[in-house]
């Protein structure tokens, strides 16, 4: 009798298993009502920005006001991205979708499409009808020629890549390793003829260093210097000294060098082309050199403009006094190139400075070195677009 009692009061084991049953389902179900009450929120985020693109401004602001009063912080907790043909029709926007990485090679990538398209493919396509010509129907030799008038015999690099952005065609045509090594070699002449440790010209044009010639380098020096006692002796003057270096470099290998206390608003237009009219401007050459320390530096050898006209006193036969003897003067300068802020190779430190006087009648040559104090303030560089803004040669 207490054994058929003891069985009575223990639960069945099919009575078990579906009060567990029961149980998974009734959390499972809490667990969706859970989900679905924190996907509300973004779901009405979702709706307020398609809405809002779809210029449905009345919806969007309660599909908004409804989010907000749900989750306030929704806006930090929704993760939405754009289709690519959301500005054709409308579009929506998706919550957590899959987007492409970026691709690494994008020249490989455009070359692909192109020979996908047609045996014959065509550098470009015009987007609408034309009557006239499109510039797609010329032969890609005359198109890389034209991109070597926009580079230009001045090196203009930024143009070249700004017209890369244009379409595709012109963005592998921007990248022709042939225009890279013109400019290339323009720039480091024989010492380039390897592209050791570069994977392209293109690379090497980037990250070596060198000077840049869209623009000028500009030195500002400034002291405050002690002026004379007054007469009465009861206070001396002092004076604040300002003044300029410009250096402005040309690919050809030529410098011009200007010490000047204008400022650069008023001599920077004036420093275009090496026939500048400037009276204390100095002309010369340089060039690069790259030690083992991989420490590239400039040296530069300039001089004063040579005066045709003959000096007065050696036409005046009243002049009795002896002439000066004939010396022409030179200046050696030694710069180290580096990076500053972010720009590169935007910065050029004093390293030698001297002066060389050759007499012409002895042949003898008088070198003057001149101690790099405070006085000798960094070069930096700043573009100039007036000077790449003509053509006058190709690359």
């Known amino acids: 009798m207490e054994a058929q009692w003891m069985s009575e009061l223990k639960p069945s084991s099919g009575a078990s298993g579906t009060s567990n049953r029961l149980l998974q389902a009734k959390s499972l179900r809490k667990a969706q009502e859970i989900a679905r009450e924190e996907k509300k929120p973004k779901q009405l985020v979702v709706g307020f920005v398609c809405q809002s693109n779809m210029m449905f401004l009345l919806a969007a602001i309660k599909f908004y006001r409804m989010a907000m009063q749900l989750v306030p912080d929704i806006e930090f907790k929704i993760n939405y991205s754009r289709p690519p043909d959301a500005d054709r029709g409308g579009g929506n926007y998706m919550e957590d979708s899959d987007v492409d990485g970026e691709i690494e090679d994008l020249l490989a990538y455009f070359e692909q499409q192109l020979s996908v398209e047609g045996s014959f493919p065509k550098i470009c396509t015009p987007e609408v009808e034309m ?149 204390s401007v100095l002309l010369g050459h340089f060039r690069l050199s790259q030690e083992t320390g991989n420490q590239t530096k400039v040296f530069a050898v300039v001089c004063k403009k040579k005066d045709e006209k003959a000096t007065d006193f050696q036409r005046n036969r009243f002049c009795r006094r002896n002439p000066a003897p004939e010396a022409e003067h030179s200046f050696h300068v030694g710069l180290a190139l580096s990076s500053g802020g972010h720009q590169s190779f935007s910065k050029l430190v004093w390293i030698h400075h001297s002066c060389h006087i050759t007499y012409k009648l002895t042949g003898e040559t008088v070198i003057t070195t001149f101690d790099l104090d405070r006085m000798y303030t960094p070069f930096f560089f700043a573009r100039v677009k007036s000077y790449t803004a003509f053509s006058e040669q190709p690359l």
């Open 131 to 279: 009557t006239q010509v499109h510039i797609s129907a010329l032969p890609r030799e005359i198109l890389m020629y034209i991109f070597r008038w926009v580079v230009s015999s001045d090196l203009d690099m930024r143009a070249l890549e700004q017209l890369s952005l244009v379409c595709r065609g012109f963005y592998i045509c921007a990248r022709d390793p042939e225009i890279w090594r013109l400019a290339c070699l323009r720039v480091w002449g024989r010492k380039c003829t390897k592209l050791v440790p570069f994977t392209s010209w293109r690379e090497m044009f980037l990250q070596r260093p060198r000077v840049r010639f869209d623009g000028v380098y500009i030195s500002k020096t400034s002291y405050i210097r002690q002026g004379e006692e007054s007469l009465d002796g009861f206070y001396r003057a002092w004076h604040h000294v300002e003044y300029y270096r410009y250096l402005r470099f040309f690919p050809d290998g030529h410098v011009i060098m200007l010490t000047t206390p204008e400022e650069p608003l008023s001599v920077v237009p004036r420093l275009r082309t090496r026939n500048t009219r400037m009276d």
